[in-house]
């Protein structure tokens, strides 16, 4: 039978492997809110909630976050599943939301505050940092050593990756050169719309040579599979932090169609991770592995070596740049939340 201490066991488990931005457990709060305030559904049936509340999520988030979950309607939708918080253990939690006076609410709002205020701190040794005192290992050591870190290290290894290879990419003056065989004139001349439009070729511009690029993709997905980067002159990079089996190796491999490869992981994960695709036959795909260690050498190069006063402040920049794009500040509670003063609401609804 579910009870008090269930429903709090299972929403304490889904703030604890949500990444900083909390959009499952606000999503939690929103539909509580929506119950204490409008009565107009019942926590019982799914229906009532599940689309409508992530419209209700994605209207705080935006004031509070300056962006909105971005997630596959299937990832979102796997917050109801029975082993997250399902129709029934979040009726138990409306029960003592609307008891308490908003008490769950206030809880949910108060943790994500709390990671928030880790946060801060750990990014704040980023931001202040100058080429001359900034260690990058430290800096993602403080990410494993903060439990209410963790589940963004994914985020902070891609943007760590992305500022060294864009700065470095840019610090060579990279060129991307792209022509049509002399022998191929004949198809460039059939195609030419689309040579024009799409290679930005034609008889009169046979050749192309563009600036060398790394991009980020973007939102990483729940199973931390596929692309998170790419640049514009082949190789498609996957940064990848945690253990990993043969099942999610071959998924992470599979899901980039790039022959090209680049992985980018832990030293202790390297010769796993190279035994595992050797075993489902996609080592030949892999351009290379580079591992934690070859960024630490990498960015005291770029920091304090030969190049530093070329390189050094770029990197930070680019570091620090992409960071309060990635993990906004929360300067102040939006006013749709002071509204509710939830400040009111003295202790944690099970305490």
């Not at 229906?47 to 509070?64: A, F, G, H, M, N």
Request: aromatic letters at 10%; hydrophobic letters at 40%; charged letters at 30%.
């Amino acid at each position: 039978m579910p009870d008090r201490n269930n429903a709090k066991k299972a929403l304490d488990t889904v703030i604890a492997k949500s990444r900083v931005h909390l959009y499952k457990p606000i999503q939690i709060a929103e539909i509580l809110y929506h119950i204490r305030i409008y009565g107009d559904i019942n926590p019982l049936n799914l229906e009532d909630y599940r689309t409508k509340s992530k419209r209700w999520r994605d209207d705080i988030c935006r004031p509070l976050l300056g962006r909105v979950c971005t997630s596959s309607a299937r990832f979102q939708d796997n917050l109801f599943n029975d082993n997250a918080v399902p129709p029934i253990l979040l009726n138990e939690l409306s029960k003592e939301n609307i008891r308490t006076g908003g008490a769950v609410e206030a809880y949910i709002y108060r943790r994500f505050t709390n990671k928030h205020d880790q946060l801060t701190e750990a990014l704040l040794y980023c931001l202040e940092a100058t080429k001359e005192s900034f260690d990058v290992k430290r800096f993602i050591d403080s990410f494993w050593n903060e439990p209410g870190l963790k589940r963004s290290l994914d985020k902070i290894y891609e943007i760590v990756v992305y500022a060294l290879f864009s700065t470095l990419v840019e610090a060579l003056n990279l060129k991307v050169e792209i022509f049509v065989d002399e022998n191929h004139f004949d198809i460039l001349d059939e195609f030419k719309d689309f040579s024009k439009k799409v290679m930005c070729l034609d008889f009169s511009n046979p050749t192309h040579l563009t600036d060398a690029r790394v991009y980020r993709v973007g939102v990483t997905n729940a199973a931390d599979r596929g692309l998170d980067m790419y640049s514009n002159w082949g190789p498609a990079i996957q940064i990848k932090h945690l253990s990993l089996d043969a099942s999610l190796a071959e998924n992470i491999v599979s899901s980039v169609s790039s022959d090209r490869i680049v992985i980018v992981c832990k030293d202790a994960e390297k010769e796993i991770i190279v035994s595992l695709l050797t075993q489902i036959g996609w080592r030949s795909r892999i351009q290379s592995i580079v591992t934690e260690n070859d960024l630490v050498v990498w960015y005291e190069k770029a920091l304090r070596g030969k190049y530093a006063d070329v390189i050094g402040d770029s990197l930070l920049s680019c570091l620090s740049d992409e960071i309060a794009e990635e993990f906004p500040s929360v300067d102040d509670v939006p006013e749709v939340l002071k509204e509710r003063h939830y400040e009111k609401i003295a202790d944690p609804f099970w305490k």
